[in-house]
């Protein structure tokens, strides 16, 4: 008896990037059609993001309305609107590991992504965007310029920068912080808070790209809690998860 999913955490499968399958491009080809097929009869996520109404218009708009009769060579369409938030397998799909169905779409989406990466056809553009690390560095030391250039208001060079990278000027883009967190963090040492009642416990904060280029007051705000609350002495490093106690 199959076991419905998300009645329960998802199980998350590592990627098989070592299986000589992973980059088959015909063995990737059958997994999209099978996954894209069980997602047109779903049509939960039909409001997360680009990627699923455009795979539900192309097989509605199909000869026979059906995986069967769209092509591969627009499958594209569906992989590059993906931001690879997630969101559909943390938070919507019952088809997620246990459910022998096995989906993980944004998982699909990095294999197909892999292969592209190896035939080199990866877009341009958001390829480059995608240089988190690269470009926000950049970013910080021009934050000035770049805050000005970037803001919503300067509606000639938001045109501009629609034009070059596709990214529409209505969109509110992110801030550059004057200087990174980690740096603010190294400069800034927190005396040690003996009365605090976490006070013999460390803690290393996790502080995410985008509080360590764009969101630095987040960091600082969730050091001083930490400081007055919680910890004896803070590590600070990059990663994907906010704060872990010892
Ligand atoms: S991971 Fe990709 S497909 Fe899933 S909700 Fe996010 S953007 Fe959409
Ligand atoms: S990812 Fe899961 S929930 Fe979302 S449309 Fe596909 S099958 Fe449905």
Redesign the pocket.
Known sequence: MPKEGSTEAPIRHPIDFKNPDFLNPEKLDAEMRRVFDICHGCRR?FN??D??PKLFDLIDNSKEENIESVSSDKFPVVAD?????????MTKCPYVPPHEFNLD??HL?LRYRTLQKKKNKLLTIPNQLAKIDRNARIGVIFSRIINWFSNIKNKLLRSLLELVTGIDKRVELPKYNFETFTNYFKKNKYPTNNNAPGKNRKVVIYSTCFVNFNKKNTGIAALKVLKKKWCRSTKCLSGMLWYAFF
């Open positions: 996520c997360l993001c990627s699923f609107a993906c931001t690879l938030c997630d969101m559909c397998f779409f944004p989406i």
